[in-house]
């Protein structure tokens, strides 16, 4: 959408993701992309979030009571991953006045 990566590079970092890291801890090990870019990417994902629920529950592709429990479960990793970037983001300003 926004051209910071390829097709190519999609795949070649999907193959580099390691055993539990999600594909933005990938791009950041990588540093294919900021910690920045990688907050506007979770935005988003949170603003395309209910349009794609609301195709699936109107296409009856997935039940309401499934993909409510998939949603509560993908909030609270987000929370999650969100306090561990902007723990790590402190610990890298911090490091620049050491």
Known sequence: R???LTKFEL????????????????LLRYNKISEYKLRVLLKQQEIEQPKICKYFI??????NKI???????????NIKYSKQIKNKIYITNERKYL
Request: zero cysteines; charged letters at 30%; hydrophobic letters at 35%.
């Open 11 to 26: 795949g070649f970092y999907l193959t580099r993701k390691r055993n539990g890291e999600l594909f933005g801890e990938t």
């Open 67 to 77: 993909l409510f429990e998939y949603l509560n479960t993908l909030k609270e990793h």
């Open 58 to 63: 109107q296409n009856k592709i997935i039940d």
């Open 2 to 4: 926004w051209g910071w």
